[in-house]
């Protein structure tokens, strides 16, 4: 496209699908501990 | 849902529902701010949307132009990449009847610590309580609940926090040994995490650390007089020059991978991005430094009149982190980092942090809450490692809470990267864990963009 890029994202419909096993990383134990900072996490079915 | 926004020379929307994020140019981005609010009206006829967005061309730009531009607007909307519909709420009700399972355990291993750090949401680590330290029993039964309560998950989370953990160090040491001894009979894997001030970190710690711990992270707040102004030992006197070569020494022995130098910034160091420069520049290569939690009346709050500067921080902030990346000396900063590609499911985006249900607190004494900020709070009282979660009405209230059960954040376009929030902030701003901590969300409203313009930027250096 010309007048669009558009940066490679994971489908969230798609995700529906198969979403919700539950395994990834609980938020607060990454680094935060006082903000909920989710969109920075991995999937661990994709990793 | 559409949000444009321009940072760094870069045009971008998002197309919130279907997560689709487009770089455009001019042309592109006038056409879709006139686009919006027909689609919001219902109006999804293609002539009408042509009728009024060729209007464009009597402004600025050529008929052809136009025409081109919007063409390839109209090719993303078939493909479900721009003006996607909300398809989620119906996808949470279901979602809220789910069997939760417990999956992370934070270890308030130590109500006790030998900082007197002004800010500290445990007050000196007592928690509004009295000072005590987990018994090696306690946090024994805390493992078997969590392996007991964790259904078929695997990976298992337990951080080690207080207070400061390592006032409790063989305690620490022993349940590690005990979590081990149960992962093979159980199927489960446990991820430990250390979170420290830095004292009491001497070699033997360390070399246990990064045999055992997944994740350490660091507490330290950048510059030293911004340091030692807010954690100081409790005569005073700051502790910067004593940790500094510590953590240095962590970030070196862990390959710069798997901890954090994790510090809090407040209303006395509005210019932040000083501090995180400064991190970076002492070769720390993982970085979070946080606004401060606090209460109104503290004279260190973030106030809404702070909100300019630190929204402009956030942006300096950026461009230095694209900037360092281009030189070769680049840092992760924990706010600005998101994964696109391999994010979570719509699942863990509408649900959050998991507190309450899937993440709990244990204090020393062996009491759960539903996290570490709601420690001390006796309403958020969950149960107990003897008896397990008896309090199932403030559970089912945490399991509850999502994006859709939030009227802020139904209409917020960053409502699928943070997940509605922290519900201790949204309890202790608004009185109600469904509720919001506006200066908060605000200033993740910022990160979120931040950190999506950085992705932009990375994606035209990966072009050169």
Same mark, same amino acid.
């Given at each position: ?15 529906? #699908?198969? &979403?919700?096993?539950?395994? $990834?990383?609980?938020? %607060?134990?990454?680094?935060? *501990? ?14 | ?11 971008? /929307? ?7 994020? @487009? ?18 009206? &219902? ?48 996808? /949470? ?9 417990? *999956? ?12 007197? %750090?002004? !800010? ?26 969590? /392996? ?39 199927? *489960? ?37 911004? @340091? ?6 409790? #005569?005073?006197?700051?502790? +910067? ?35 995180? #420069? ?14 401060? /939690? ?5 004279? +260190? ?12 921080? +956030? ?43 899937? !993440? ?10 539903? %996290? ?35 009227? #802020? ?8 990267? $943070? ?20 200066? &908060? ?24």
């Amino acid at each position: 496209m010309k007048h669009i890029k558009t940066l490679t994202t994971r489908n969230l419909k798609e995700s529906m #699908k198969k &979403g919700g096993c539950g395994e $990834c990383q609980t938020s %607060c134990q990454s680094a935060c *501990k006082t903000s909920c900072t989710v969109g920075n996490q991995s999937c661990e079915k994709i990793k | 849902m559409i949000h444009q926004f321009k940072n760094n020379g870069y045009n971008i /929307v998002m197309d919130v529902n279907s997560g689709s994020i @487009h770089v455009v140019d001019e042309i592109v981005y006038d056409m879709i701010s006139l686009m919006e609010p027909l689609v919001k009206e &219902g109006i999804r006829d293609a002539d009408t949307i042509k009728a009024a967005v060729l209007n464009l061309a009597d402004a600025r730009y050529s008929p052809e132009e136009v025409k081109e531009a919007l063409e390839e607007v109209l090719a993303l909307q078939k493909e479900g990449q721009l003006f996607a519909p909300d398809i989620y709420e119906d996808y /949470v009700f279901d979602f809220k009847n789910r069997q939760t399972v417990v *999956k992370a355990l934070c270890l308030h291993i130590a109500h006790d610590c030998n900082l007197a %750090c002004k !800010y500290c949401f445990a007050e000196e680590g007592e928690y509004h309580g009295r000072r005590a330290l987990m018994s090696f029993e306690v946090g024994k039964k805390a493992l078997d609940f969590l /392996v007991a309560n964790s259904g078929s998950r695997v990976n298992l989370e337990v951080d080690f926090f207080g207070g400061e953990p390592l006032m409790n160090w063989q305690v620490v040491k022993d349940l590690v040994a005990y979590g081990r001894s149960l992962e093979e009979p159980n199927n *489960k894997k446990f991820r430990f995490t250390l979170t420290t001030n830095g004292v009491l970190l001497d070699d033997e710690v360390l070399e246990f650390a990064n045999r055992e711990m997944a994740n350490v992270v660091c507490s330290i707040d950048g510059r030293k007089e911004v @340091h030692d102004r807010m954690r100081p030992f409790r #005569k005073g006197q700051g502790s +910067y020059d004593l940790i500094v070569p510590r953590f240095r020494k962590v970030a070196e022995t862990r390959n710069q991978m798997n901890y954090y130098v994790r510090g809090t910034f407040t209303h006395y160091n509005l210019d932040f991005s000083e501090d995180v #420069k400064h991190l970076a520049d002492l070769g720390f290569r993982q970085i979070s430094v946080e606004p401060v /939690v606090a209460q109104p009346q503290d004279d +260190y709050a973030i106030r809404k009149e702070d909100l300019p500067r630190l929204l402009s921080e +956030y942006d300096k902030l950026a461009r230095e982190l694209i900037q360092r990346r281009k030189e070769g000396r680049g840092f992760n900063f924990f706010h600005f980092m998101i994964d696109l590609e391999g994010g979570p499911c719509v699942a863990k985006r509408l649900s959050g942090c998991g507190s309450g249900t899937e !993440y709990l607190a244990v204090t020393p004494w062996g009491d759960f809450y539903p %996290c570490h900020q709601f420690v001390g709070q006796e309403k958020f009282l969950l149960g107990n490692v003897d008896e397990g979660i008896t309090n199932t009405a403030v559970r089912d209230e945490f399991k509850c809470c999502n994006v859709y059960a939030k009227d #802020k954040c139904r209409k917020c376009f960053a409502k699928f990267y $943070c997940s509605g929030g922290c519900a201790a902030n949204a309890y202790n701003f608004s009185g109600d864990i469904n509720g919001a901590y506006d200066i &908060g969300c605000e200033l993740q409203r910022k990160r979120v963009e931040c950190a999506i313009m950085i992705k932009a930027a990375e994606s035209d250096m990966e072009e050169c």
